[in-house]
Nanobody, 118 residues
Framework: QVQLVESGGGLVQPGGSLTLSCAASGFTFSSYAMRWYRQPPGKEREFVARITGTGSSTTYATSLKGRFTISRDNGKKTAYLQMNSLKPDDTAVYYC???????????WGQGTPVTVSS
């Protein structure tokens, strides 16, 4: 059974940091590119970051580059999103997804909420 379980969300003050985790099971984790998306309240889901299966290449939304860092540990079957210098505009539900390159196979987690507020 395929599962992606996000954790690490919560309430943080502006300027603070959070690290989100995405624990995977039920598929060959290292074969899948991992992505983080987010959906702010009342808005559409948007791309945050992507990392290849080996972790050798990363891509970020232009507006987030420099504050957010995506990484993965294939031994632990977990992807991470380190978020620094958080702003109220970063408030959203954060989702991880796993995509098998060259196919239409995509799995999604259930999301973890992040609220940036004083």
């Amino acid at each position: 059974q395929v599962q992606l379980v996000e954790s690490g969300g919560g309430l943080v003050q502006p300027g603070g940091s959070l690290t989100l985790s995405c624990a995977a099971s039920g598929f060959t984790f290292s074969s899948y590119a991992m992505r983080w998306y987010r959906q702010p309240p009342g808005k559409e889901r948007e791309f945050v970051a992507r990392i290849t299966g080996t972790g050798s290449s990363t891509t970020y939304a232009t507006s987030l580059k420099g504050r957010f860092t995506i990484s993965r540990d294939n031994g632990k079957k977990t992807a991470y999103l380190q978020m620094n210098s958080l702003k109220p505009d970063d408030t959203a539900v954060y989702y991880c997804s796993a995509a098998l390159p060259g196919t239409e196979t995509v799995y999604w987690g259930q999301g973890t909420p992040v609220t940036v507020s004083s």
